[in-house]
């Protein structure tokens, strides 16, 4: 198995967690009392990191709110990325940027997350097959993360066509390729059918779920806990970015909700 699913498992039990705190951070929704400003941003971002590096097994920052920053947003995110391993080295690092990509094109993505950027692992987009996959799969000491079944209204349009539908392809597919690679996670909504959830899990016994959704867009943890089992990552962001209005009392906000995510999961991690 990969380096990242055995940290993954010895993280999980160390701190009895699976939650993955995502950082999307907005200038425009600050808190009262940072700057609205890519300084005032890794601020604000690194006290809710500072906060939480005890109780979560992962970080996920999503490349494009950092990129519509420009070049102040790259360095931002490294400086964010660092700041995690200097506080909760232990903590893995999920860079939701969902490539998808041919030949050299992919393996520069690759070469940007892994090398320039550090990240543990990364979101894809498995639309134009394996071979757009290989250059992050052959990455033995990272892992990937492959959409599979999204939360959002629109995954009707191709996710649920065909016999099977698409999202079970993809789910068998990538069973197959963990079984080459053994580095692969599949992206499921936590705002799916709860049947759903389940039939993804017998298709891909084992392999770590990355499961958006929970928090401020509705999901059930409960649900999710019950349907995937104790092999997912829950991501919550904005429920814990934006816990408060005011910077005097984020930090603590940040914590409360992050802990009280923590106490809901673990009565299902043993």
Request: aromatic fraction near 8%; hydrophobic fraction near 40%; charged fraction near 20%.
């Amino acid at each position: 198995m990969s380096t990242f699913y055995t940290r993954y498992r010895e993280r999980r039990e160390t701190i009895k967690s699976v939650l993955c705190v995502g950082l999307d951070p907005d200038p425009t929704r600050l808190p009262q009392g940072y700057q609205q400003s890519p300084e005032g941003t890794g601020q604000h971002l690194k006290e809710v990191i500072d906060a939480t590096a005890d109780l979560a097994v992962a970080y996920k920052p999503n490349a494009a709110f950092f990129e519509s920053m420009g070049s102040d947003g790259w360095g931002l995110l490294k400086d964010v990325i660092q700041h995690i391993r200097n506080v909760a080295p232990q903590a893995l690092i999920v860079l939701d940027a969902k490539r998808g990509d041919l030949g050299n094109t992919a393996s520069h993505y690759a070469a940007a997350v892994f090398e320039e950027l550090d990240a543990d692992s990364v979101t894809l987009n498995p639309y134009m097959g394996k071979e757009s996959l290989i250059p992050f799969l052959e990455r033995e000491d990272r892992a990937s993360f492959v959409l599979c079944l999204t939360s959002n209204s629109g995954a009707q349009d191709f996710q649920y066509h065909g016999v099977p539908p698409l999202y079970q392809r993809v789910a068998q597919l990538c069973r197959q390729w963990q079984e080459e690679f053994g580095n692969i996670g599949l992206v499921v909504g936590a705002t799916r059918d709860p049947e759903e959830l389940r039939t993804v899990r017998s298709i891909a016994p084992g392999m770590i779920f990355l499961v958006p959704g929970v928090g401020s867009q509705g999901g059930d943890l409960d649900q999710v806990m019950q349907n995937a089992g104790p092999d997912v990552l829950v991501n919550s962001s904005r429920s814990i970015l934006f816990a408060s209005h005011n910077k005097v009392d984020l930090a603590e906000k940040a914590k409360a909700e992050a802990m009280s995510l923590v106490n809901k999961m673990r009565p299902y991690l043993g």
